[in-house]
C-alpha cells in the first residue's frame, strides 16, 4: 500500500506525460520557453488571479514575495506555529522575525483570534514592525481568509497565503492561490499538483509584484538579460518539469479533485464512531485533502494506532512532530503568545494514506486496520 501513490498516477498518465516530456526534450528549450509560459498562463487562469510566475519550489515562491514587499530587518511576520518549516524559515533568510501564533485545533489552519494577540503583543514590546502575514492551507483546506484578513487590515498588515498544500481548495467561488495580497504554491511530487522535481509559483493580481518577482527569480535581471538592476535569485522552473506539470493538470481539473474529495467521504463513512477527530471542511470550504488527517486523544494513543497500522502494512505520517517556536533553529527566539492547540495537534495528528488514485477497497482496509486496534 502506497501512502500517496504516485506510481499509480504515473501509470495511468503515461502516455500524455512521456509525449509531452519527449516533446520537451526534442525542442531542447530546457529553461523557461513556450511551455512555462503556457503554463503560468494556465495556472493564473485556473486560480482566477491576473499573473502567475513559476520558480524553482514552494520556498523560494514565499521568499520572492516577501523580497518583492520589501520585508526586511526589523519587521515582524506572523507565522502559524503548527506548519511545515518552510513557512517560517524565509522569514530570517530576508532578515524580518517570525512570530508564531496559534491555530485552530478543528480545521489545523490559523487562528485570527491569536494573530490579533500576537500582533498586540509585538506592538505592546515596541521593538519590531509587524508588517505581513502567512496563513496556511494546511492538509488541502483553505484557511479562514475573511477572518484572518479582516485582522491583518485592521493592523495594516499584507497577507500571503500559503497554499503549498492548498491547490484546489476553495472558500466558496475563490480558489487556493487567489487570497490575501499574494499567494505561493509547491509543485513537489506529493502536493495536490506535484511535478517530477522541485517547482513553485506565486500568484497576484498586482503588475508591479508580478514584474518584480520575475526579475527577482532571474538575478534580477532588468530589460536587458545582462543588466542586473537588483539583487535576486537563481529560481526557475524548467521546461520539463512544466511539461508534466500541463498533464497533470488536466488530469486534476478534470478528475483527480473530485477523487480525494471521494475518498474522503469514504474515509468519513468507514471511520465513524472510533475514538478519533475526523477532518471536516467547515460549510462554504472545499478541501483538495493533500493530507486526510485524524486526531487521537493523546500522544501515546496517536503512537500505539500508528504502530499498529504499522504491523500491518499501512503507511501513516505525523505532520507535524514539533511546532514552529519548538524547531531548534528558532530557540532562544520569544514567543508572545501561547500555542496550545499547535502543541496539542503535534502530539495527536495521525495522516493515512491519501490521493487520487485510492479505491473504496484501500479505504475499508485502512478503516478495518484502525477499527481493529480500538476494538
Not at 297 to 322: F, N, S
Not at 332 to 353: D, W
Request: negative net charge; charged residues 20%.
Amino acid at each position: 500500500m502506497e501512502f500517496r501513490d504516485l506510481k499509480r498516477q504515473y501509470q495511468v498518465l503515461k502516455p500524455q506525460i512521456d509525449a509531452a516530456v519527449l516533446d520537451t526534450m526534442a525542442s531542447a528549450g530546457f529553461i523557461g520557453g513556450t511551455r512555462v509560459q503556457a503554463l503560468e498562463e494556465r495556472l493564473a487562469r485556473y486560480v482566477g488571479v491576473k499573473h502567475c510566475v513559476t520558480c524553482g519550489n514552494g520556498t523560494d515562491a514565499l521568499q520572492l514575495m516577501l523580497m518583492a514587499w520589501g520585508v526586511g530587518p526589523g519587521d515582524a511576520v506572523f507565522v502559524p506555529d503548527f506548519t511545515f518549516f518552510a513557512s517560517g524559515e524565509v522569514v530570517p533568510y530576508v532578515g524580518a522575525v517570525p512570530v508564531f501564533y496559534d491555530v485552530c485545533r478543528e480545521t489545523f489552519n490559523a487562528s485570527a483570534e491569536s494573530l490579533e494577540q500576537a500582533i498586540q503583543a509585538v506592538l505592546a514590546e515596541g521593538k519590531l514592525k509587524p508588517k505581513a502575514v502567512i496563513a496556511v492551507d494546511l492538509y488541502g483546506l483553505p484557511a479562514d481568509y475573511p477572518a484572518i484578513g479582516a485582522v491583518a487590515e485592521k493592523y495594516g498588515l499584507k497577507v500571503l497565503e500559503d497554499a503549498a498544500q492548498g491547490f484546489g481548495g476553495c472558500v466558496g467561488l475563490n480558489r487556493a492561490g487567489s487570497f490575501g495580497d499574494g499567494a505561493c504554491t509547491s509543485f513537489f511530487p506529493a502536493k495536490p499538483l506535484g511535478c517530477y522535481g522541485d517547482g513553485g509559483a506565486v500568484f497576484t493580481d498586482d503588475d508591479e509584484t508580478a514584474a518584480l518577482v520575475r526579475s527577482l527569480c532571474v538575478h534580477g535581471k532588468g530589460g536587458d538579460k545582462y543588466d542586473n538592476v537588483r539583487i535576486g535569485m537563481n529560481s526557475r522552473l524548467d521546461a520539463l518539469q512544466a511539461a508534466v506539470l500541463d498533464v497533470k493538470l488536466t488530469a486534476f481539473e478534470r478528475d483527480e479533485l473530485m477523487a480525494v474529495n471521494r475518498a474522503a467521504g469514504w474515509y468519513g463513512e468507514a471511520l465513524a464512531g472510533l475514538p478519533l477527530a475526523l477532518p471536516v471542511a467547515p460549510e462554504g470550504f472545499y478541501s483538495s485533502w493533500a493530507q486526510y488527517t485524524v486526531r487521537a486523544a493523546d500522544r501515546q494513543t496517536r503512537d500505539a494506532l500508528q504502530a499498529a497500522l504499522k504491523a500491518r502494512g499501512i503507511p501513516t505520517m505525523v505532520y507535524y512532530p514539533k511546532p514552529m517556536h519548538s524547531q531548534t533553529a528558532f530557540r532562544g527566539a520569544r514567543q508572545y503568545v501561547p500555542c496550545p492547540n499547535a502543541e496539542h495537534l503535534c502530539g495527536t495528528v495521525l495522516s493515512l494514506p491519501m490521493h487520487p488514485y485510492l479505491d473504496q477497497e484501500t479505504v475499508q482496509t485502512v478503516a478495518e486496520g484502525v477499527r481493529a486496534h480500538f476494538a
